[in-house]
């Protein structure tokens, strides 16, 4: 009859065994890679094609830098890499189902910070695929509405004065105005009540608890914010 210790150990080999099993990738082939990214089920698996995916497209771009080449070569391998980074956008999607990391929102972040002037566009030009005819202007076009947008997001912070935060609130007296009125008027219920309360003690600490609540007091500060409106208007 077995130890309870060897039972133990039998059940974690097991154990270990079974989560290999699991990890294990489900292509023996590592260069057999599946037409639709969905189809593959296993992280390491989707890991792994996105790196050949990143291999090629970095090969692409490499050899998409030489201008001497015939323009249809660059339009073709231009082709290609867009294809390939299509293609790399499904497995960083897969990667994130299967419980990886979002590489999509971590290359979009990289882009922004980079300042890409391509990061709105689903079709990129790389090398010498930037010099055809056409593609320059282009370009410029769209970094010019980059600095555009870029400019007009920091003028609108610039523009910014106190009042937008807050700040000068209280310059013009209005405020200060309500809340002393609000307060004599608040003073006023007060006494009022102490007036009309009993001599008895019980009925005195009664009237203490019942002070005005947040909403009389919320009441008469927007009847005296009217009234001084009103007044600043002339009506």
């Known amino acids: 009859m077995a130890r309870p210790a060897e039972k133990a150990r039998s059940m974690l080999n097991k154990w270990v065994a079974l989560r290999e099993k699991g990890n294990t990738p489900a292509f023996n082939n590592r260069n057999k890679r599946p037409h639709l990214a969905s189809e593959c089920q296993h992280l390491a698996d989707a890991e792994r094609f996105r790196g050949q995916i990143i ?6 771009i490499a050899k998409i830098q030489n201008p001497a080449l015939p ?3 660059i339009r073709d391998l231009n082709d290609e890499i867009n294809r390939k980074m299509r293609e790399k956008w499904h497995w960083n999607r897969r990667i994130r189902e299967l419980g990886g990391l979002d590489f999509n929102a971590i290359e979009k972040q990289r882009q922004i910070e980079e300042g890409d002037t391509q990061q709105h566009q689903g079709y990129r030009y790389f090398g010498a695929a930037k010099d055809l005819p056409g593609v320059k202007e282009l370009l410029a076009k769209e970094e010019e509405k980059l600095q555009k947008k ?3 997001h920091g003028d609108a912070h610039k523009n910014l004065t106190p009042d ?3 700040w000068r609130d209280e310059e013009d007296g209005v405020l200060l105005e309500l809340e002393t009125l609000a307060t004599k008027q608040m003073d006023q219920v007060y006494k009022k009540r102490r007036i009309n309360q009993n001599d008895d003690t019980e009925s005195k600490n009664d009237d203490y608890l019942a002070v005005p609540t947040q909403q009389d007091m919320a009441q008469i500060l927007l009847e005296q914010k009217k009234r001084a409106m009103l007044l600043q208007f002339g009506l």
Do not use: A, P
């Not at 291999?55 to 692409?60: K, L, P, Q």
């Open 164 to 166: 937008y935060y807050g």
């Open 71 to 73: 323009e249809h070569e």
């Open 55 to 60: 291999r090629e497209i970095t090969n692409g």
């Open 150 to 152: 870029s400019l007009q």
